[in-house]
């Protein structure tokens, strides 16, 4: 098990949880960052941040900070 920020470019994880504070995670949450979602990495910005993930069909971008709140496996 990992977090988000560090899993690498074209693999795939699924969501197993979602902490931060109260308001940070329900708005994670809300992006479709659910436990038992899959997810893709697939680009990176120039300078690392932010991280740009396939998400249930859409595309999401996320800072690293967040994503790091993130836990996959």
Known sequence: MTTLDVLPL???????????????????????LV???????????????PLELSVRGYLLSLRIEQAKLVSVE
């Open 10 to 32: 074209g693999s795939s994880a699924r969501v197993t949880a979602v902490g931060g504070e109260p308001g940070v995670r329900r708005r994670l949450l809300e992006m479709g």
């Open 35 to 49: 436990p038992g979602t899959t997810i893709t990495a697939l680009r990176r910005a120039p300078l690392g941040d």
